[in-house]
């Protein structure tokens, strides 16, 4: 049977502070959710919820229809996790890391040798050899996070900014693993790079002050911002009056001037061309409220 996790009316707040969670309900299933938000949407509360790492305030979440917050074992068994800030131990090499995880996630040490050597050669980690992780570079750390979140080939994949760090090639190789991994699993990606996501998640979802404002699927996302998006070429000074009034997604210095891509409900500039929107112009309008029926694709 595939897994499901459900978030119900989830609500997390910390001792004297607002609620970083606020009313989210998610149901998720097979695919690659990804969500997104900007920094201190509750995006990484949400994840350590669904990984039953910090219990709800109040809400509920189920695995498989089951109170995964009284009784989380069940899903942790079937959990991979990789939190926001995942620390090693410094003097241990990468296989001594991972190979003391395995044993403590309860794989046998065959099995874990194994698995261990095929995740090193698909993070391209395997030429580190057996270098101490303290000797790592912040995107080498990074891949031995997302190795261990995948050690036991779990079937929910929470993983938190796993992108964080990695140069681009890396980033292809990552998004590729991530969505072949979601053809049969739950796989959760926060982030706050659209580019991330785009091109790989079934289903997007976006935050912001730690509600949940909308999810749906990438091509209804999008829609959101239909009409809103626009380019324009234009001199210095008017650059400096559309960033008082609009939302600028992209801007260019070419020869003939300032070429930006920003949010409006009409024309912003009198030869401005409309053109569609990709995942962060949506994301944007979403977060700053101007997108069409926010919430709509929920
Ligand atoms: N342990 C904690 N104690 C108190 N407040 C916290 C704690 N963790 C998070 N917060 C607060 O909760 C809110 C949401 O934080 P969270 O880290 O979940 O957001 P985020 O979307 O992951 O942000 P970022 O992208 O910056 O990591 C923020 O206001 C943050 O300051």
């Keep these: 049977m595939q897994p499901v996790l459900e978030l119900v009316d989830v609500m997390k707040q910390y001792r004297g502070g607002p609620r970083a969670v606020d009313a989210v309900t998610l149901r998720l299933g097979n695919g690659l959710i990804g969500l997104l938000g900007p920094n201190g949407a509750g995006k990484s509360s949400l994840?350590?919820?669904?990984?039953t790492v910090t219990r709800p305030t109040s809400g509920q979440v189920l695995f498989d229809g089951a109170d995964a917050v009284r009784r989380p074992d069940a899903l942790r068994r079937r959990l991979g996790y990789l939190p926001q800030d995942f620390g090693v131990y410094p003097h241990l090499s990468a296989p001594e890391f991972l190979s003391y995880l395995a044993a403590v996630k309860g794989v046998g040490a065959r099995a874990a040798r194994a698995r261990i050597s095929e995740l090193l050669e698909i993070l391209d980690l395997a030429g580190a050899g057996k270098r101490p992780l303290g000797a790592y570079s912040g995107g080498m750390l990074r891949r031995v996070g997302i190795a261990q979140a995948l050690l036991t080939d779990p079937g929910v994949l929470v993983v938190d900014e796993p992108s964080a760090g990695l140069d681009p090639e890396q980033r292809v190789v990552l998004r590729n693993l991530l969505s072949d991994l979601a053809t049969d699993r739950v796989v959760v990606l926060?982030?706050?790079?659209?580019?991330?996501?785009?091109?790989?998640?079934?289903?997007?979802?976006i935050m912001a002050g730690g509600r949940l404002l909308v999810r749906g699927a990438p091509h209804d996302v999008l829609r959101l911002a239909q009409g809103q998006v626009w380019e324009a070429t234009v001199p210095?000074?008017?650059?400096?009056?559309?960033r008082e009034r609009h939302v600028i997604s992209k801007q260019v210095r070419t020869p003939a001037g300032m070429r930006v891509r920003l949010l409006g409900t009409s024309a912003p500039v009198a030869d401005a061309v409309p053109v569609a929107p990709d995942l962060e112009d949506a994301y944007l309008a979403v977060v700053h409220g101007s997108a069409a029926n926010a919430g709509v694709a929920r």
Excluded: F, W
């Design 190 to 205: 926060s982030t706050h790079i659209a580019s991330d996501i785009e091109s790989v998640a079934s289903d997007i979802a």
């Design 47 to 51: 994840m350590r919820i669904a990984a």
């Design 236 to 242: 210095a000074d008017t650059l400096q009056v559309l």
